[in-house]
Every structure is written in C-alpha cells, then in structure tokens.
C-alpha cells in the first residue's frame, strides 16, 4: 500500500483480529510444526497487509488469506525436503534408513497428517478441520473443485488407513505421496 489510509488500517487490524488466530491453527494443522506456525500466520498477514487493497475487493478475503498462508507452508515444506535430502546425500544416509517404523507408531491425528502429501492434507483440513466447501477449498489452495474432490477422498481414505495402523508396503506409501509432485 502507498499513503497512509486510517480508514484501511482499522479495516485491516478488524481482520487480523479476526483471522489471526484461525490462520495459526490452519499453519499448525499443514506444517505439524507448533513454533512455526504463528510465524506463518503473521507472514501470511504481512502479504495481505501488503495487498489490502486487492485483498478487500476479493469475494472473499478470508480465502485469499489461507491461499497466501496454504502457499507459505508449501514453500516451507519443500525448502525442508530439500534440506534432508541435501544432508542425506551428504551423508549417505540412504542405506540407513529404517522402512516401515513410522506406520504402525501412528497414534494420532497430527502423526497421520504429517504423512500425507501436502495437498491432500491441505484438502482434508480444509474441509474437515475448518470445515470449508468445496469451492472455498478450492479457491483458498488454487486448485479445481475436482482436485478438491478428489483429493479429499484420497487423502481421508489415506488417513483413516494410517489412523487403523494399516500396515502395507511401505515403498506404497512413498509412491502414493509422490504423486502430486
């Protein structure tokens, strides 16, 4: 925003009032990551701060809001895969790694959604946990309301599989998270 606007600012400090606290659980609910979370929430307020003026004349600024944090978590989230997969290879961990340990630990909800490929977590919070339609799922992570569907479905049918402690080839389980790559 350029100028000072009084008016925009009260407009602005209603909203985060409003929504700031959400913004952190959805954070908290994509990443898994407790100390992150408020730390996203804030970023994504400060881009919407940045864009107010564009952020007010959306239908829905509260769904422009999760759109910029659900893209905050995803850079987050693959900065840090491409963490680990620097320092495996840095220290050849490959050979290391135990399969199969994660599955059957699973003892609850946060545990299981931390396995799920971003976007299917991303759906199955959006709809479940913040219990947003179809449409608003989709326009918060900018995807199709078909993507929405069937991503909702798969990622719930993942998480009531982790959840019973299914137990499968783990090589399955890394080839069905790979997918949306």
Known sequence: MTGWDPAAE????AFFERHHA?????AYLLTGETDVADDLAADALLEVWRHWARVQAA??????ARGVL???????????GRERRGWRALWNENAHIARGADVPAVVDVRSALRLLPYRRRACVVLRY?????EKETAQALGISVGTVKSQTSR????LAALLRGVQGDEDAWLVTAGEER
Do not use: I, T, V
């Open 129 to 133: 946990a913040f219990d947003l339609s």
């Open 22 to 26: 959400e913004l952190a659980r959805l």
């Open 155 to 158: 990622g719930a049918a993942q």
């Open 10 to 13: 009260h407009a602005y400090h």
């Open 70 to 80: 659900a893209n905050l978590c995803r850079n987050r989230l693959r900065r840090l």
């Open 59 to 64: 239908d829905s600024p509260a769904a422009y």
